[in-house]
């Protein structure tokens, strides 16, 4: 593969990076309905698990669990959260971004706020872009792991480096009834304009199933599809919440 074969490679890919959390935030609606949302006073265990496909048939996964509590709040219900386990999968030439993920404890996901049907309707915490991160961290270190010129690997950084810097507007949103779930499936399409007039489609497919008894979320599944030039790549991102065993 040429530099400039190389280089427009990973500004679409970057660019896509940075579309993806609004087209994906966009997919997602309150629940509503008249059925009953009433989560347990025990502790539960909510894992979500990041799956991306990488150039040359390999993968990047994170999984990250919490020990979350519904406690009643002001008509709602505050969710509190610590975590307690992540594990990372990731190719050789990601070994670096793969131990800084092990090492990091996420913070920013919680509390967060409930309304009685369960809709997240806000958070308590610090918002932090974590998804959106992850994708700016990998395209870096793929930058960082070619035999670029310097001046044309220090474009490249600039170019990801600014949507790191726009990471507080992209933000990357949960599905706003993530915790009571509908059960029918969802599904977005959109057109993304990325730099020097190429255009590319993301899709966001969201389906889950949730508790009869208490209205929760048991498991749900996002599933988003870019194709850019021809290329198609899908990420994978999946909850689960259970009973924690203490």
């Keep these: 593969m040429t530099h400039a074969t190389d280089r427009r490679t990973l500004l679409r890919y970057a660019a896509a990076a940075a579309a993806f959390p609004v087209a994906a935030a966009a997919s997602a609606h309150p629940a509503g309905g008249s059925f009953r949302f009433a989560p347990p006073e025990e502790p539960m265990l909510y894992t979500r698990r990041l799956e991306r496909a990488l ?3 390999s993968r990047l996964v994170v999984s990250r669990s919490f ?31 793969a131990r800084i993920e092990r090492e990091r404890e ?13 809709t997240i309707a806000g958070s308590a915490g610090t918002p932090t872009a974590t998804r959106l991160d992850a994708a700016i961290r990998e395209a870096l270190a ?11 690997r220090a474009e490249l950084v600039r170019f990801v480096s600014a949507f790191h810097q726009s990471a507080g507007r992209l933000v990357t ?5 993530l915790f009571a779930p509908h059960d029918a499936p969802r599904s977005e399409r959109r057109a993304v304009a990325l730099p020097g007039g190429d255009s590319g489609e993301v899709t966001v497919t969201f ?28 990420t994978l991102e999946s909850w689960r919440l259970t009973l924690f065993a203490t």
């Design 173 to 177: 949103e949960l599905p706003h009834d």
């Design 142 to 152: 793929e930058i960082e792991s070619r035999g670029h010129a310097p001046a044309v």
């Design 207 to 234: 389906t889950a199933a949730r508790d009869p008894a208490t209205g929760l979320m048991r498991q749900a599944l996002r599933e988003v599809v870019t194709e850019l030039g021809g290329e198609r790549r899908t």
């Design 55 to 57: 150039p040359g048939a």
């Design 67 to 97: 020990a979350v509590r519904f406690r009643p709040w002001e008509g709602g219900f505050l969710v509190e959260g610590e975590q307690r386990d992540v594990e990372v999968e990731a190719p050789e030439q990601l070994a670096q971004f």
């Design 106 to 118: 996420e913070r920013g996901l919680f509390p967060l706020l409930l309304d009685a049907g369960g």
